[in-house]
């Protein structure tokens, strides 16, 4: 069975840093693609990045260019998102989420239960 844990959320000042993680179990990230999404209150969820099984990343929204970077370490099972340079409009509830090999904005199968991001002051 997979699941996703993420973890790492919290309270964060403008232009502070977190870093996020995702824990997979029941599968390989090198058989995976891992997505990272988030959701703010009254808005739809959008991608962020995603690394596919081999290891490459790709932007899914510009907002977070230049800011965030996403990147896994296999022997760990595990997917960082490394959050620069916060902003009250990255306050959202993170969710990483699993699709077979490849990136795409679409399509993941599995999902963690999220964790809570505020940048506020």
């Known amino acids: 069975q997979l699941q996703l844990v993420e973890s790492g959320g919290g309270l964060v000042q403008p232009g502070g840093s977190l870093r996020l993680s995702c824990v997979a179990s029941?599968?390989?990230?090198?058989?995976?693609?891992i997505g990272w999404f988030r959701q703010a209150p009254g808005k739809e969820r959008e991608g962020i990045l995603c690394?596919?099984?081999?290891?490459?990343?790709?932007n899914l929204v510009d907002s977070v260019k230049g800011r965030f970077t996403i990147s896994k370490y296999n022997a760990k099972n595990t997917v960082y998102l490394q959050m620069n340079s916060l902003k009250p409009e990255d306050t959202a509830v993170y969710y990483c989420?699993?699709?077979?090999?490849?990136?795409?904005?679409?399509?993941?199968?599995?999902w963690g239960q999220g964790t809570q991001v505020t940048v506020s002051s």
């Open positions: 029941g599968f390989s990230l090198g058989d995976y693609a």
């Open positions: 989420a699993a699709r077979r090999f490849y990136c795409s904005p679409r399509d993941f199968g599995s």
């Open positions: 690394i596919d099984s081999r290891g490459i990343s790709r």
